[in-house]
T-cell receptor
Framework: DSGVTQTPKHLITATGQRVTLRCSPR?????VYWYQQSLDQGLQFLIQ???????AKGNILERFSAQQFPDLHSELNLSSLELGDSALYFC?????????????FGSGTRLTVV | LAKTTQPISMDSYEGQEVNITCSHN???????ITWYQQFPSQGPRFIIQ???TKVTNEVASLFIPADRKSSTLSLPRVSLSDTAVYYC?????????????FGAGTQVVVTP
């Protein structure tokens, strides 16, 4: 158990639908990062939050959005889902905004869009 | 951001030492080097981080030459459970690490 909790572990949904992925960071960590990993794309950084504020944005589609709540958990919202959105979505957390001693990943949410 | 280059795959037998070299020719003065390990369908796991010379922990060693343009992750006496993808990342710990992209990594396959 890495200390980063992601729910749900698996999600199957139809095209056009909207889903919400949840992440609870490791205790004491203020930063949360979201990554998407598909077979042909590798690990792609989506977005980072630090203590409730958006800190960095990567290759996140406009159909996707995220937020970090006062209790530091984060949610990634994916809407108007397409078949190509099928992937593993990972959340990671770190103490600060940087990568001191690396950051800790959760076990991921596997999203299948049918 | 420093770009990294590492081999696509490496094969090894159980009990051997595996050395994976990562090239990062444009590494900046403040950049650290970090390695992650990822098993199928699991999130990457932090292995080791270093700035210069040599760093060792219970899992691996990281060798960084004086010019810091490359680094070598050394896995001593690998076992079947070390079969995984290994990623090398370079960046400053004061920046947003989220900006860093994981490359394709090195697929290490350990066989009996």
């Amino acid at each position: 158990d890495s200390g980063v909790t992601q729910t749900p572990k698996h999600l199957i949904t139809a095209t056009g639908q909207r889903v919400t992925l949840r992440c609870s960071p490791r205790s004491g960590d203020l930063s949360v990062y979201w990554y998407q990993q598909s077979l042909d794309q590798g690990l792609q950084f989506l977005i980072q939050y630090y203590n409730g504020e958006e800190r960095a944005k990567g290759n996140i589609l406009e159909r996707f959005s995220a937020q970090q709540f006062p209790d530091l958990h984060s949610e990634l919202n994916l809407s108007s889902l397409e078949l190509g959105d099928s992937a593993l979505y990972f959340c990671a957390s770190s103490v600060g905004t940087g990568g001191d001693y690396g950051y800790t990943f959760g076990s991921g949410t596997r999203l299948t869009v049918v | 951001l420093a770009k990294t280059t590492q081999p696509i795959s490496m094969d090894s037998y159980e009990g051997q030492e595996v050395n994976i070299t990562c090239s990062h020719n444009n590494i900046a003065t403040n950049d650290y080097i970090t390695w992650y390990q990822q098993f199928p369908s699991q999130g990457p796991r932090f292995i080791i981080q270093g700035y210069k010379t040599k760093v060792t922990n219970e899992v691996a060693s990281l060798f960084i030459p004086a010019d810091r343009k490359s680094s070598t992750l050394s896995l001593p006496r690998v076992s079947l459970s070390d079969t995984a993808v290994y990623y090398c990342l370079v960046g400053t710990t004061t920046d947003s690490w989220g900006k860093l992209q994981f490359g394709a990594g090195t697929q290490v396959v350990v066989t009996p």
